[in-house]
T-cell receptor, first 115, second 112 residues
Protein backbone atom coordinates (compact mmCIF):
# COMPACT_ATOMS: atom_id res chain seq x y z
CA UNK A 1 0.00 0.00 0.00
CA UNK A 2 1.22 3.52 -0.77
CA UNK A 3 1.62 5.96 2.05
CA UNK A 4 3.88 8.00 4.29
CA UNK A 5 5.90 6.37 7.02
CA UNK A 6 7.21 8.37 9.94
CA UNK A 7 9.62 6.97 12.47
CA UNK A 8 10.06 6.64 15.30
CA UNK A 9 6.57 7.01 16.76
CA UNK A 10 8.03 8.26 20.05
CA UNK A 11 11.36 10.02 20.55
CA UNK A 12 13.05 11.39 23.63
CA UNK A 13 15.69 14.08 23.44
CA UNK A 14 18.14 15.17 26.08
CA UNK A 15 19.06 18.79 26.52
CA UNK A 16 21.62 19.93 23.94
CA UNK A 17 21.10 16.90 21.71
CA UNK A 18 20.20 16.86 18.03
CA UNK A 19 17.64 14.30 16.89
CA UNK A 20 16.42 13.33 13.44
CA UNK A 21 12.86 12.38 12.53
CA UNK A 22 12.37 10.19 9.49
CA UNK A 23 9.71 10.64 6.79
CA UNK A 24 9.50 8.30 3.79
CA UNK A 25 6.79 8.20 1.11
CA UNK A 26 6.15 5.77 -1.73
CA UNK A 27 3.37 7.79 -3.34
CA UNK A 28 5.65 9.38 -5.96
CA UNK A 29 4.62 12.76 -4.56
CA UNK A 30 6.71 15.75 -5.52
CA UNK A 31 6.29 18.00 -2.50
CA UNK A 32 6.87 17.12 1.14
CA UNK A 33 6.19 19.09 4.30
CA UNK A 34 6.96 19.10 8.00
CA UNK A 35 4.44 20.47 10.48
CA UNK A 36 4.50 20.91 14.21
CA UNK A 37 1.34 20.39 16.29
CA UNK A 38 0.94 21.79 19.79
CA UNK A 39 -2.15 21.39 21.99
CA UNK A 40 -4.87 23.91 21.20
CA UNK A 41 -3.10 25.24 18.12
CA UNK A 42 -3.36 24.62 14.41
CA UNK A 43 -0.54 22.86 12.59
CA UNK A 44 2.38 25.14 11.83
CA UNK A 45 4.68 24.71 8.85
CA UNK A 46 8.37 24.12 9.62
CA UNK A 47 9.90 23.35 6.22
CA UNK A 48 8.75 22.21 2.81
CA UNK A 49 10.35 20.86 -0.33
CA UNK A 50 8.89 20.87 -3.83
CA UNK A 51 11.74 19.09 -5.61
CA UNK A 52 14.82 17.08 -4.75
CA UNK A 53 17.77 19.09 -3.41
CA UNK A 54 15.60 22.12 -2.73
CA UNK A 55 13.65 23.16 0.35
CA UNK A 56 12.13 26.30 1.83
CA UNK A 57 11.59 27.60 5.34
CA UNK A 58 8.10 27.67 6.69
CA UNK A 59 6.68 29.82 9.46
CA UNK A 60 8.70 28.32 12.34
CA UNK A 61 11.97 27.04 10.83
CA UNK A 62 14.31 28.29 13.56
CA UNK A 63 16.05 25.42 15.35
CA UNK A 64 15.21 22.89 12.64
CA UNK A 65 17.00 21.63 9.53
CA UNK A 66 16.00 19.35 6.65
CA UNK A 67 17.43 17.65 3.58
CA UNK A 68 15.87 16.28 0.40
CA UNK A 69 18.44 14.05 -1.26
CA UNK A 70 15.83 11.63 -2.58
CA UNK A 71 12.27 12.19 -3.76
CA UNK A 72 10.99 9.63 -1.27
CA UNK A 73 12.70 10.97 1.84
CA UNK A 74 12.50 14.24 3.81
CA UNK A 75 14.15 13.89 7.24
CA UNK A 76 13.81 16.62 9.85
CA UNK A 77 16.56 17.35 12.37
CA UNK A 78 15.60 19.09 15.59
CA UNK A 79 18.74 20.85 16.72
CA UNK A 80 19.79 22.00 20.17
CA UNK A 81 18.92 25.53 19.05
CA UNK A 82 15.22 24.63 19.22
CA UNK A 83 14.44 25.64 22.80
CA UNK A 84 10.97 24.12 23.05
CA UNK A 85 10.96 21.01 20.88
CA UNK A 86 8.38 18.96 22.78
CA UNK A 87 5.53 18.54 20.28
CA UNK A 88 3.85 16.22 17.81
CA UNK A 89 5.52 16.34 14.39
CA UNK A 90 3.66 15.51 11.21
CA UNK A 91 5.04 14.91 7.74
CA UNK A 92 2.85 15.35 4.66
CA UNK A 93 3.21 15.03 0.92
CA UNK A 94 1.34 15.97 -2.23
CA UNK A 95 1.51 15.47 -5.96
CA UNK A 96 1.91 19.02 -7.22
CA UNK A 97 0.22 18.39 -10.54
CA UNK A 98 -3.48 19.24 -10.46
CA UNK A 99 -5.42 21.71 -8.36
CA UNK A 100 -3.76 23.03 -5.20
CA UNK A 101 -4.67 21.25 -2.01
CA UNK A 102 -5.80 17.97 -3.51
CA UNK A 103 -4.11 14.77 -2.49
CA UNK A 104 -2.42 15.82 0.73
CA UNK A 105 -1.42 12.74 2.68
CA UNK A 106 -0.18 12.84 6.26
CA UNK A 107 2.05 10.43 8.12
CA UNK A 108 1.09 9.05 11.51
CA UNK A 109 3.36 11.44 13.37
CA UNK A 110 6.30 11.41 15.78
CA UNK A 111 5.89 12.57 19.36
CA UNK A 112 9.09 14.23 20.56
CA UNK A 113 9.67 14.81 24.26
CA UNK A 114 12.58 16.56 25.94
CA UNK A 115 13.82 14.73 29.03
CA UNK B 1 -4.24 38.11 8.42
CA UNK B 2 -5.28 34.68 7.15
CA UNK B 3 -7.08 32.80 9.89
CA UNK B 4 -9.23 29.73 10.37
CA UNK B 5 -11.34 29.59 13.52
CA UNK B 6 -13.23 26.54 14.68
CA UNK B 7 -15.97 26.15 17.22
CA UNK B 8 -16.63 24.69 19.64
CA UNK B 9 -13.20 23.82 21.01
CA UNK B 10 -14.59 20.61 22.42
CA UNK B 11 -17.88 18.77 22.35
CA UNK B 12 -19.36 15.77 24.13
CA UNK B 13 -22.34 13.94 22.65
CA UNK B 14 -24.09 10.65 23.22
CA UNK B 15 -23.75 7.80 20.78
CA UNK B 16 -26.37 7.96 18.04
CA UNK B 17 -26.85 11.72 18.26
CA UNK B 18 -26.03 14.22 15.51
CA UNK B 19 -23.67 17.16 15.82
CA UNK B 20 -22.40 20.09 13.79
CA UNK B 21 -18.94 21.61 13.92
CA UNK B 22 -18.24 25.11 12.67
CA UNK B 23 -15.37 26.68 10.75
CA UNK B 24 -15.05 30.39 9.93
CA UNK B 25 -12.20 31.61 7.80
CA UNK B 26 -10.65 34.84 6.66
CA UNK B 27 -8.36 33.61 3.92
CA UNK B 28 -7.56 35.22 0.62
CA UNK B 29 -7.13 34.02 -2.00
CA UNK B 30 -9.23 30.92 -1.41
CA UNK B 31 -8.53 27.67 -3.24
CA UNK B 32 -10.39 25.01 -1.29
CA UNK B 33 -11.49 23.92 2.17
CA UNK B 34 -10.93 20.49 3.61
CA UNK B 35 -12.09 18.75 6.78
CA UNK B 36 -9.75 16.25 8.39
CA UNK B 37 -10.31 13.72 11.17
CA UNK B 38 -7.40 13.15 13.51
CA UNK B 39 -7.42 10.32 16.01
CA UNK B 40 -5.27 10.81 19.10
CA UNK B 41 -1.61 10.23 18.32
CA UNK B 42 -2.25 9.76 14.62
CA UNK B 43 -1.97 11.87 11.48
CA UNK B 44 -5.00 13.67 10.01
CA UNK B 45 -7.11 11.83 7.46
CA UNK B 46 -9.11 13.73 4.85
CA UNK B 47 -12.91 13.58 5.08
CA UNK B 48 -14.07 16.08 2.46
CA UNK B 49 -12.72 18.79 0.20
CA UNK B 50 -14.69 21.62 -1.38
CA UNK B 51 -13.81 24.30 -3.88
CA UNK B 52 -15.36 27.74 -4.20
CA UNK B 53 -18.19 26.50 -6.41
CA UNK B 54 -19.26 23.60 -4.18
CA UNK B 55 -21.60 24.14 -1.26
CA UNK B 56 -22.02 20.62 0.05
CA UNK B 57 -20.05 17.38 0.04
CA UNK B 58 -20.82 14.11 1.77
CA UNK B 59 -18.68 11.20 2.86
CA UNK B 60 -20.83 8.57 4.52
CA UNK B 61 -22.18 10.01 7.76
CA UNK B 62 -20.13 13.17 7.31
CA UNK B 63 -21.59 16.12 5.40
CA UNK B 64 -19.67 19.34 4.90
CA UNK B 65 -21.17 22.61 3.76
CA UNK B 66 -19.48 25.72 2.46
CA UNK B 67 -20.84 29.25 2.20
CA UNK B 68 -18.19 31.18 0.28
CA UNK B 69 -20.06 34.45 0.71
CA UNK B 70 -20.00 34.37 4.51
CA UNK B 71 -16.75 32.36 4.59
CA UNK B 72 -18.24 29.69 6.78
CA UNK B 73 -18.15 25.92 6.66
CA UNK B 74 -19.74 23.27 8.80
CA UNK B 75 -19.23 19.55 9.28
CA UNK B 76 -22.35 17.60 10.23
CA UNK B 77 -21.99 14.14 11.71
CA UNK B 78 -25.07 11.96 11.61
CA UNK B 79 -25.84 9.09 13.98
CA UNK B 80 -22.54 9.40 15.82
CA UNK B 81 -20.50 6.34 16.75
CA UNK B 82 -17.88 5.83 19.43
CA UNK B 83 -15.26 5.72 16.67
CA UNK B 84 -16.12 9.31 15.75
CA UNK B 85 -14.30 10.43 18.89
CA UNK B 86 -11.40 12.46 17.48
CA UNK B 87 -10.29 15.97 16.63
CA UNK B 88 -11.76 17.50 13.50
CA UNK B 89 -9.61 20.02 11.71
CA UNK B 90 -10.68 22.59 9.14
CA UNK B 91 -7.97 23.50 6.63
CA UNK B 92 -8.11 26.22 3.99
CA UNK B 93 -5.73 26.25 1.04
CA UNK B 94 -4.82 29.72 -0.12
CA UNK B 95 -3.52 30.11 -3.63
CA UNK B 96 -0.87 27.44 -3.84
CA UNK B 97 0.23 24.04 -2.64
CA UNK B 98 2.34 25.46 0.12
CA UNK B 99 -0.15 27.74 1.75
CA UNK B 100 -2.39 25.76 4.08
CA UNK B 101 -4.02 27.50 7.01
CA UNK B 102 -5.10 25.12 9.76
CA UNK B 103 -7.76 25.62 12.37
CA UNK B 104 -7.00 24.52 15.93
CA UNK B 105 -9.58 21.76 15.67
CA UNK B 106 -12.68 20.65 17.56
CA UNK B 107 -12.21 17.75 19.93
CA UNK B 108 -15.28 15.50 19.80
CA UNK B 109 -16.00 12.85 22.40
CA UNK B 110 -18.82 10.38 21.77
CA UNK B 111 -20.02 8.65 24.91
CA UNK B 112 -22.09 5.45 25.11
Amino acid sequence: DGGITQSPKYLFRKEGQNVTLSCEQNLNHDAMYWYRQDPGQGLRLIYYSQIVNDFQKGDIAEGYSVSREKKESFPLTVTSAQKNPTAFYLCASIMTKGAPGYGYTFGSGTRLTVV
Amino acid sequence: KNQVEQSPQSLIILEGKNCTLQCNYTVSPFSNLRWYKQDTGRGPVSLTIMTFSENTKSNGRYTATLDADTKQSSLHITASQLSDSASYICVVTSGGYNKLIFGAGTRLAVHP
